[in-house]
């Protein structure tokens, strides 16, 4: 089994995981924290993430900042459990690894990251004659 976590600054892992649901449907192997909206601590709530832990199955973590306070405390768990961190996702790099039917390996996960990138699109409309839209 493949355990996702989304843990993020307010509420932007919860919206990702909206429309996770809206694409792909409930999946009860998807986790969310939304860190900072309250005063509270969310340790508590990583502490519960990997308490399911089982060295047979896959454990991904996706962070927003590469660097910020939510990736620094999910950083530290890599001293107690395997996990694979992913920081500064995007909803196609989630999206490819939560369907991804194969191991998540080193490589694959940087395949599916670089693929990932390149959705990632400054998008220019030019209006030609016709008055079509273009896009770049």
């Known amino acids: 089994m493949r355990y996702i976590l989304i843990a993020t ?80 996702f995007n909803l196609p790099v989630i999206l490819e690894i939560i369907l991804c039917g194969k191991q998540l390996s080193i490589p694959v996960l940087e395949d599916i990251i670089e693929k990932c990138r390149q959705e990632l699109s400054l998008v220019i409309i030019e209006n030609d004659d016709t008055e079509e839209e273009n896009f770049i």
């Open 9 to 88: 600054h307010s509420t932007f892992a919860s919206g990702i995981n909206e429309s996770l649901k809206l694409l792909i449907g409930e999946r009860p192997e998807i986790s969310v924290i939304d860190a900072y909206v309250d005063d509270s601590d969310f340790t508590h709530k990583v502490d519960d993430f990997f308490s399911q832990f089982n060295s047979d199955d896959e454990y991904v973590v996706f962070t927003d900042l590469f660097g910020g306070s939510v990736n620094q405390k999910i950083f530290s768990y890599k001293n107690n459990y395997e996990f694979h961190l992913v920081t500064g």
